[in-house]
């Protein structure tokens, strides 16, 4: 029978919970790497047993850990992430040249086809890319080298580039999304890029229509349309239909368009998931109530999925990369908080019910489905 | 034989219990006591000094006879009690929370 692996990766360590194709009975493993952060753990398409894990520390800096068992043994391999060339500076928050540094990689994207070949967005925002299995890391430098980057600024979590999207038919386009600058593509394999921003309109910058300078939250594509990306902004839910090249807002009936993360059905390419956040001080759902709100239509009709979520004196935050969905038929959909519970939803969002309530805060949920 | 006390975190990065003993030749530094660990333990590359700046990372400090080092020069001769064996030279994590 099918199953479900949720890849959970938490302020003090990664979690790991298996479950059969029903969703109901789960078994959890860790913490993995306990006392650690644990940005992000995410499995190969290719090979789901190969499983990379960012691993930070503010005391004892970055390192990768790869498996090759589906997480029950791990590696650490290359922990070197060095800029290509003269770093230069980007914008610190006032405004003033501050020097790019590296801080930690915040996602780690494997490739659809080869389980060797993984990419790794990096606070200061860059782009590295492994093709030994996380050996050895090299910057894809035409992305910081496109101009803009003196110009870019960092969000209130640092300026991490924190969205890799590759198109899985051409594997040559890739989409990144960087806070606070916005989001780029490369149509040659990351040898160029350009920011694919227009349509986003922001507060906060000197030209609210800026090509960029956007607080670009998280950004979702259903692998069946890669010309369709649906964008959870600082502020606005927004939808492109041509790449990125323009956007027009869809937050619709949303009672608040502020949020982090975004995701797609597995099966329905234009059923489309967020979670609202009251605003950008206050991280925590409006009114005490935990909902997921879910559009049938690709954005504008909202409607708000309750059932098995706390609905009141809920002041827990949803992160941007703590949201997956499997492919499993129903859809099953999972998140996970920053008071530490993950639900999971077996039935495409219609009704919830936690996995584990009390782990570390939540940064990432993952989710491989298994034969 | 140089002794080596590594912060909880590194060594179960290291896969190790208890104190480090590592073959260090004269003059014992800083930095060759670094480089003796990262020989043998390729996975704590990093994460005790910068990979490419060699400096120590802000929140690593280094002891030694009660003393705090870590604002010394990684080249400059450490006690000859580390030197000897007879105290451990201690890596530590900074105590800021977390």
Redesign the interface.
């Known amino acids: 029978m099918s199953g479900v692996r949720v890849l959970v990766g938490t302020r003090k360590g990664a979690f790991i919970l298996t479950a059969d194709g029903k969703r109901e009975r789960w078994e959890v493993s860790g913490p993995h790497f ?3 952060e644990i940005y992000h753990v995410k499995g190969s398409p290719a090979d789901p047993d190969r499983l990379y894990a960012s691993q930070t ?7 990768i850990q790869r498996s090759d068992d589906g997480g029950k043994s791990w590696q ?1 391999v290359g ?2 992430f ?1 800029y290509q060339g003269v770093a230069g500076t980007h914008q610190w928050y006032d405004g003033t040249p501050h020097p790019w540094e590296f801080a930690r990689v915040w996602h780690l994207e494997p490739s659809y086809t080869d389980p060797d070949v993984v990419y790794a967005g990096v606070e200061d925002a860059a782009l590295f890319r492994s093709s030994d299995g996380g050996k050895s890391w090299h910057e894809l430098p035409g992305l910081r080298g496109h101009g803009s980057g003196p110009h870019w600024q960092p969000g209130a979590g640092g300026m991490c580039l924190h969205t890799i999207i590759v198109d899985p038919g051409n594997p040559e386009r890739i989409f990144i999304a960087i806070s606070a600058a916005g989001a780029f593509r490369t149509d040659d394999g990351g040898k160029s890029w350009r920011p694919i921003n227009r349509g986003l309109k922001s507060e906060g910058i000197p030209d609210p229509n800026a090509e960029v300078g956007h607080c670009v939250h998280r950004i979702a594509m259903h692998p069946s349309r890669p010309n369709v990306l649906f964008m959870q902004k600082h502020w606005d839910v927004m939808r492109s239909d041509d790449a990125g090249d323009t956007w027009r807002e869809v937050s619709g009936n949303l009672p608040s368009d502020f949020g982090f993360p975004i995701d797609v059905h597995a099966h329905e390419p234009e059923t489309i998931y967020v979670v609202p956040i009251k605003s950008d001080s206050e991280h925590f759902p409006p009114d005490g109530k935990l909902r997921v709100y879910r559009s049938r239509s690709g954005g504008n009709e909202w409607q708000a999925l309750t059932k098995g979520l706390p609905q009141r004196d809920c002041y827990v935050n949803v992160l941007r990369d703590a949201m997956a969905v499997d492919t499993l038929d129903a859809c099953g959909v999972y998140f996970g908080t920053t008071g530490g519970q993950v639900y999971v939803s077996a039935d495409a969002g219609d009704s919830w019910a936690p996995i584990v309530r009390d782990l570390p805060a939540v940064l990432s949920v993952e989710v491989e489905t298994l034969p | 034989m140089i002794r080596v006390v590594l912060p909880a975190n590194l060594r179960k990065l290291a896969h190790v219990d208890g104190e480090l003993a590592l073959d260090v030749a004269a003059p014992v530094t800083p930095r060759r006591i670094v480089d003796a660990i990262e020989e043998r333990y390729p996975m704590l590359r990093g994460t005790i000094r910068d990979h490419a700046t060699q400096r120590r990372r802000p929140f690593v400090r280094f002891f030694a006879c009660e003393q705090d080092l870590s604002h010394e020069s990684p080249d400059a001769a450490l006690p000859d009690a580390i030197a000897s064996g007879m105290e451990p030279f201690l890596i530590v994590g900074a105590m800021a929370g977390g």
């Not at chain 1, 520390?57 to 390192?63: A, E, I, R, V």
Request: charged share 5%; no cysteine.
């Open positions: 306990a006392g650690f520390s503010s005391w004892f800096g970055q390192l650490t922990n070197e060095a």
